[in-house]
């Protein structure tokens, strides 16, 4: 079964500048999420779909970030524009059903972002 | 919101047993889990328990307590490959969404010595 596939796995950026991280989750998987994770810390989760809808977005600062997720399928996280703390490894997710009798969550080699 | 509170960093001997232990607040609690983490790479479940007590998986397990919201994961015959990060991580039901949410705390490292 394939995992997860992140791109890129490495991205480094100036301070200003916009860039895209792309997640192809695992095939059947209706559950997406997108953590955060500054180097030392826990993965912060960003946002949550359930097919193409948003489950959460509570923590994405909607005004340098967004998300899609066109078909259920794919997904594209966006930083517009960076800032230097947004240097982070962006984590993606997926999961059959979250639910307490289903599979856990299976996460990609994240993007590694550094903003400069 | 959810907190979750674990050690910031453990060191162990190979082949003994090191504890790990998470306490947690939160609202809609469905259940607690593990994830291991290697330097580098992603994090890979390791454990869930919706229902109290012990769960045993090989080397490793994991107890939760629910009246006393808290949990711990148990690693024996400690090996070096075991040292890592180990995030404790709630799951937390989101009303009327029919989903849940996967909150994790700020992990543990582990450092396995000779």
């Known amino acids: 079964e394939a995992g997860v596939a992140q791109s890129p796995r490495y991205k480094i950026i100036e301070k200003r500048q916009s860039v895209a991280f792309w997640c192809n989750p695992i095939?059947?998987?209706?559950?997406l999420y997108w953590y955060q994770q500054i180097l030392g810390q826990g993965p912060k989760l960003l946002i949550q779909?359930?097919?193409?809808?948003?489950?959460?977005d509570s923590q994405l600062p909607k005004d340098r970030f967004s998300a899609e997720r066109l078909k259920g399928v794919d997904s594209t996280l966006k930083i517009q524009p960076a800032k230097l703390e947004d240097s982070a490894v962006y984590l993606c997710?997926?999961?059959?059903?979250?639910?307490?009798?289903?599979?856990?969550?299976?996460f990609g080699q994240g993007t590694r972002l550094t903003v400069v | 919101g959810q907190s979750l509170e674990q050690p910031s960093e453990v060191t162990a001997v190979e082949g003994a047993i090191v504890q790990i232990n998470c306490t947690y607040q939160?609202?809609?609690?469905?259940?607690l889990s593990w994830y291991q983490q290697h330097d580098g790479g992603a994090p890979t479940f390791l454990s869930y328990?919706?229902?109290?007590g012990l769960e045993e998986t090989g080397r490793f397990s994991s107890f939760l307590s629910r009246s006393d919201s808290y949990g711990y994961l148990l690693l024996q015959e400690l090996q070096m490959k075991d040292s890592a990060s180990y995030f404790c991580?709630?799951?937390?039901?989101?009303?009327?969404?029919?989903?849940?949410?996967?909150?994790f705390g700020k992990g543990t490292k582990l450092s396995v010595i000779p």
């Open positions: 997710a997926s999961s059959f059903k979250l639910s307490p009798g289903a599979s856990e969550a299976f």
């Open positions: 328990n919706a229902l109290d």
């Open positions: 991580a709630v799951r937390v039901r989101y009303s009327g969404a029919g989903s849940y949410q996967l909150t």
């Open positions: 095939s059947g998987h209706a559950t």
């Open positions: 779909f359930q097919n193409n809808g948003v489950v959460d």
């Open positions: 939160t609202s809609g609690f469905y259940g």
